[in-house]
């Protein structure tokens, strides 16, 4: 029922920015939490940041002060603006809805986006 598409990966030079972009499409949005996660090869899936409906924002501290979370809920949009990128920031990033606004479980998952940041 809920399909998000997410957009914006590529490949960046260490210390650059790069802006992903999940479209959420099929259900409501605009009253669940939203969030970003990433998986490293042989790692396991971690989360990075996630934003109520309301804009409360949480960080993992490997990201805070370089990634930021916002959302349109307008356009049904969340987006993850990472700056000051480092090699090891490289994994598949993936958006996630929560299946309410409480933050305790997952409804749905985007397909994963490649960031791959190079030295």
């Known amino acids: 029922q809920v399909q998000l598409v997410e957009s914006g990966g590529g490949l960046v030079q260490s210390g650059g920015s790069l802006r992903l972009t999940c479209a959420a499409s099929g259900g409501i949005f605009s009253s669940v939490a939203m969030g970003w996660y990433r998986q490293a090869p042989g790692k396991q899936r971690e989360l990075l940041t996630d934003i109520t409906s309301g804009g409360s924002t949480y960080y993992t501290d490997s990201v805070k002060g370089r990634f930021t979370i916002s959302r349109d809920n307008a356009k049904n949009t969340v987006h993850l603006q990472m700056n000051s990128l480092k090699p090891e920031d490289t994994a598949v990033y993936y958006c996630?809805?929560?299946?309410?606004?409480?933050?305790?479980?997952?409804?749905?998952w985007g397909q994963g986006t490649q960031v791959t940041v190079s030295s």
């Open positions: 996630a809805q929560y299946r309410d606004n409480t933050l305790l479980s997952i409804k749905s």
